[in-house]
């Protein structure tokens, strides 16, 4: 088994704290952006990077 993503990580971990995400890649103005979306308990996070795993490391500092 190949080892695990930190992007994986930390939706392991948000899903665990009983949140639900998802994210997609989108073409804005010119280039690549990401953007991961958390949302449970009455809140919502979503966060822009130009990498995935800069948008996790985002949403996990925000959120855990």
Known sequence: MPP???SEIV???LHAAGWSW???SAVIKN???W???A???GKRYIVHS???LSA???LEAIML
Do not use: N
């Open 50 to 52: 130009d990498e995935p």
């Open 22 to 24: 998802g994210y997609c």
């Open 11 to 13: 939706a392991d971990k």
């Open 31 to 33: 280039e690549w952006r």
């Open 56 to 58: 996790f490391l985002e």
């Open 35 to 37: 953007i991961v979306d």
């Open 39 to 41: 949302h449970g308990h």
């Open 4 to 6: 695990m993503k930190y």
